[in-house]
């Protein structure tokens, strides 16, 4: 896979915080079900693209490249934050809160929608052959030439910043 510059990177946050926040923060309510991991006050898309930033660049989110699959995969333990980033594949990428193994799926006894993260360790070990190396870093670990300073400006979608038409 490429080496994704800072500006991919926020593309990519943009695209993912319009594809998956009226699924995943209005409508399964993942980010606000303190079983899944700490409450979020998420009320815009620009609240989830931030919470899509954090996760990604912190040091202590595990990282995982998928050799020929043109995936990358960063799972945050604290927050229990999963984003899967696909920008080579035609795909947006998405971002979730798992549920923990542990856990019932609270929609009964149906097949889980939402992959955790031992699962797609355990996709990547049948793929390789090899357990996953225990990698952190966020982005940065698997883009080390990345620029670290400040954010470029928010790409903005449809001039709607916030919830307000401009």
Not at 40 to 60: H, P, S
Not at 93 to 119: H, M, V, W
Not at 130 to 140: A, E, L, Q
Not at 146 to 155: F, I, N, Y
């Amino acid at each position: 896979m490429k080496k994704l510059t800072r500006g991919d990177i926020e593309n990519l946050i943009c695209d993912i915080a319009e594809k998956c926040y009226q699924k995943h923060v209005l409508e399964a309510g993942e980010f606000f079900d303190a079983t899944l991991g700490p409450p979020k006050l998420l009320q815009t898309i620009a609240d989830f693209e931030d919470e899509i930033r954090r996760t990604l660049f912190d040091r202590n989110t595990r990282v995982l490249d998928f050799p020929g699959k043109m995936r990358q995969v960063y799972y945050n333990d604290f927050s229990n934050t999963l984003v899967i980033l696909t920008p080579e594949d035609g795909k947006i990428g998405t971002c979730y809160r798992p549920y923990i193994d542990s856990q019932e799926d609270p929609a009964g006894p149906k097949p889980r929608l939402c992959t955790n993260f031992k699962r797609i360790e355990a996709e990547y070990e049948g793929i390789t052959g090899k357990p996953p190396p225990p990698r952190r870093g966020g982005v940065f670990e698997l883009n080390p030439d990345m620029e670290r300073g400040p954010a470029p400006a928010k790409k903005l979608r449809n001039n709607v910043r916030n919830g307000n038409q401009s």
